[in-house]
Nanobody, 125 residues
Framework: EAQLVESGGGWVQPGGSLRLSCAAS????????IAWFRQAPGKEREGVSC????????YYSDSVAGRFTISTDNTKNMVYLQMNNLQPEDTAIYYC??????????????????WGQGTQVTVSS
């Protein structure tokens, strides 16, 4: 089974930036979409962004498009999420997950999926 480990979360003031990292292992990295999700207390899980490492194709939810950038380092099996202009509504636990995909309903995970433990992002003044 795949293993995913997130890091890079923390506290930042509104307007600030953070870069999250996801270290992947246990599967062929290039062949599957890898996604970032987030979940805040009392809210539904939200798919934030996903990327196909083989060709770099990306997808973003409307809530983060223009502020967040997903990328990979294929030689290191790493996925990154650069988050700029963070706002309090971005506060959540952020998870990476695979295999993932996107469609007209947003970002989803396959039935046989793997999740990281999550990393907390807190945006407040």
């Amino acid at each position: 089974e795949a293993q995913l480990v997130e890091s890079g979360g923390g506290w930042v003031q509104p307007g600030g930036s953070l870069r999250l990292s996801c270290a992947a292992s246990g599967f062929t990295f290039d062949d599957y979409y890898i996604a970032w999700f987030r979940q805040a207390p009392g809210k539904e899980r939200e798919g934030v962004s996903c990327i196909l490492p083989s060709d770099g194709h990306t997808y973003y939810s409307d809530s983060v498009a223009g502020r967040f950038t997903i990328s990979t380092d294929n030689t290191k099996n790493m996925v990154y999420l650069q988050m700029n202009n963070l706002q309090p509504e971005d506060t959540a636990i952020y998870y990476c997950a695979a295999p993932a995909y996107y469609n007209e309903h947003g970002i989803e995970v396959d039935v046989f999926n793997s999740w990281g433990q999550g990393t907390q992002v807190t945006v407040s003044s």
